[in-house]
């Protein structure tokens, strides 16, 4: 399993997945925050790939609403809109 692999599996079951039972139509992730709570070190490139990805959005039936901030960076915000 590559590390964009374990990244897409690690947001989903973290947040994605209990926000969905809890109901909620919205989440926000910051690419830091997930870097972060990984435990990775410059690995920042490879977290926004896999956050943005369209590999990711189809796998999980999301939907990428908005992308704030710089085109790779610790302060790069993906909103995705759970249908």
Excluded: W
Aim: proline fraction near 5%; charge should be positive.
């Amino acid at each position: 399993m590559s590390l964009a692999d374990e990244v897409r599996d690690f947001v989903y079951e973290r947040y994605i997945k209990p926000a969905r039972e809890k109901g909620v139509k919205t989440v926000t992730l910051r690419a830091g925050e997930v870097h972060d709570a990984m435990g990775l070190k410059g690995k920042i490139p490879t977290v926004c790939s896999a956050l943005g990805s369209n590999k990711f959005l189809k796998q999980h039936n999301l939907r990428l609403a908005k992308r704030e901030g710089p085109s790779c960076g610790v302060n790069v915000c993906f909103t995705y809109e759970l249908p």
